[in-house]
């Protein structure tokens, strides 16, 4: 029985596409997708990992505290974590992660289709040389988009060099509309490209939302956020990519012009110190809650009326986005940022400002306070928008794409490139 042969009868015994996933490591937003995705009937999933975060591992990245996530990261999908042999292992960085058993494990196991999330650490590469040694249908699903700037002779080595190797992957799992044009500029095939969108678990953050609602007044008093306020809510990490002192900036320019203005600042980081030096120097209407885990970030969101998001072009995507719009919150987002040409629609989902222009980013707020009854409507718009971008139709979208490559190697099987 040739290769072809046994590889199509195993196939039809299992009724089941025997799928891998290789992940830096565990992440919060990524899990529910993995197990959305182990536990559809005719998919066989395994998940590995090259490095295991524990509690200081945060503290030394830029969370700037030590903790661990609370909720499940592991269940629902089977998962392993192989043996990162790098010197000083971590998952910045490219040789961070070196797990050179994933060659042999994808070699052995001859998957149907086998996901990587982008290419920027070493694991990534082992796995996607072994992929194209062995003739494994390989599939990638990252953010990375073209607004990103480099000197010329930088941005030439990359044109030549990703122009070599995007177009050799046998899918794109496309997260949104900035990432379909960068794999189009270097070179992929549009028939080649499923939408599997960035998506975070819509339903557990409003649900959470929706429990939370009724103790509203409550959870602003806790924060000390005056009755009548509109409040305005930066998430996550506070580092200069996130450019928080625009945010505190912004809001320091619309208070002299609205007293109605509340800012929050959820997240920790190296630049909190200087931003509340900041607002205590200026006394301006803000408060820092700290870092906030998966389970307490519903409270922020049903205390805030808007998200802003100032971050620069180093964010490809911006999954708060994602949270807020489930959380039936509009968002005020930068154009910089990787999820403005998918999730804001001016006027109804939100509102975009050019990155860094702190005056223009003003004056949007002031609308939003000025006007309530469009500020609520552009949140229930941002809620239909984002039930579009759910773990299920990531899951559909990565579906096709095993569905599309495994057909199209049973022609050709296991043709090393």
Not at 81 to 99: E, I, Y
Not at 163 to 187: E, M, Q
Not at 265 to 277: C, K, Q
Not at 330 to 336: E, F, G, L, R
């Amino acid at each position: 029985m040739d290769d072809k042969t046994k590889r199509s009868y195993k196939m039809a015994k299992t009724d089941k596409y025997r799928v891998g996933i290789i992940a830096t490591h565990p992440i919060q937003y990524y899990a529910p997708w993995y197990r959305a995705l182990a536990n559809r009937p005719e998919v066989k999933l395994k998940v590995f990992y090259c490095h295991h975060q524990g509690p200081e591992d945060h503290a030394r990245s830029e969370f700037g505290i030590p903790f661990a996530w609370d909720i499940p990261l592991f269940d629902g999908y089977e998962h392993v974590f192989l043996r990162n042999v790098a010197r000083h292992p971590a998952v910045f960085g490219f040789f961070g992660c070196d797990t050179p058993d994933i060659m042999r494990i994808i070699y052995e196991k001859r998957f149907d289709a086998f996901i990587t999330h982008g290419w920027r650490t070493k694991s990534n590469w082992q796995a996607i040389d072994a992929c194209w040694r062995s003739g494994t249908p390989i599939l990638v699903r990252g953010d990375s988009y073209l607004l990103a700037r480099h000197i010329f002779l930088k941005q030439w080595m990359k044109y030549i060099t990703h122009r070599w190797f995007i177009p050799k992957f046998d899918a794109y799992l496309v997260v949104g509309k900035r990432a379909r044009d960068y794999y189009l500029y270097y070179g992929a095939q549009e028939k080649k490209m499923f939408f599997a969108p960035h998506t975070v678990d819509n339903d557990f953050f409003a649900a959470h939302k929706a429990a939370f609602q009724p103790e509203r007044e409550n959870i602003r008093n806790i924060w000390k956020i005056p009755k009548g306020s509109v409040v305005f809510l930066f998430a996550g990490k506070i580092v200069p990519k996130k450019r928080p002192h625009d945010f505190i900036n912004a809001i320091k320019m619309t208070y002299n012009r609205c007293r109605q203005i509340f800012g929050l600042v959820v997240g920790d980081g190296y630049f909190r110190n200087s931003l509340e030096r900041k607002v205590k120097k200026y006394n301006l209407p803000v408060v820092f809650t700290g870092f906030l885990n998966q389970s307490d970030m519903p409270k922020a969101y049903t205390a805030a009326d808007v998200l802003v998001l100032p971050s620069d072009a180093v964010e490809t995507w911006g999954l708060v986005v994602n949270e807020a719009m489930a959380c039936a919150l509009p968002a005020i987002v930068s154009n910089k940022a990787g999820c403005t040409s998918d999730l804001i629609i001016s006027g109804e989902t939100g509102e975009e400002f050019r990155c860094g222009d702190t005056r223009q980013l003003s004056g949007i707020m002031e609308r939003f306070i000025l006007d309530p009854e469009k500020r609520e409507n552009m949140g229930k718009k941002a809620k239909e928008l984002i039930d579009r971008y759910s773990i299920a139709a990531s899951v559909d979208g990565a579906l096709q794409a095993i569905k599309y490559v495994t057909g199209k190697r049973r022609e050709e099987p296991f043709a090393g490139r």
